[in-house]
């Protein structure tokens, strides 16, 4: 099975609504070009889903790995991700600087440091087996979950952004996300056919 649509679906749904849309919006609040922020936006993602791909080319070079570990990492990966969904976002804080470009460049950082993407994109590259082709299909399936789920913050007004119900999408989002982190994970263990 590719992995690029499982992993564009597990980082849209984590990623939709979370610090880093919150960010997006603050720096088109703040006057920042779109373009600026996009570009930000495409670079940080691309440099953390290349840590990802480098990550989970050389974990799946390990043939001892049986697929029940997999299966299991997967699980609490899954897991793991759903948790921030359901916890309430402060504002995200501003990063110093006056030039646009850096600000949104660090901002995007610190906050792909922190989040679960990567780590997602890396556990369906294990997942997706060996080959170069299933661990750069699951980074670029990363890569586009986050494009997606944080391009319209920069181009809908607050007011829209309100009218999509955010919280709920998240709350949904992390329930689905729980649901099949525990049945991989009790798949992995045996305890369901």
Known sequence: MSPFLPTLFTVAMVEIGGATAQFSSSLVAGKVAERTILRALGLVTAGVMALAAIGAASVSAVEDIIPQVKTLLLGMALIWASIGQFRV?????AVEGDNPNVIALRGYARLA??????????????IGGSSADAVIEAALGGWIGIIIANVPPIFLTRRQIRK??????????????????????????????
């Open 89 to 93: 976002l402060k504002p995200v804080a």
């Open 113 to 126: 440091i922190s989040g679960s993407a990567g780590f997602l994109a890396f556990v369906w590259g294990v």
């Open 164 to 193: 999509l119900h955010i919280s709920w999408l998240r709350i949904i989002a992390g329930t689905l996300l729980a649901l099949a982190g525990f049945l991989y994970a009790l798949s992995a263990l045996k305890l369901i056919g």
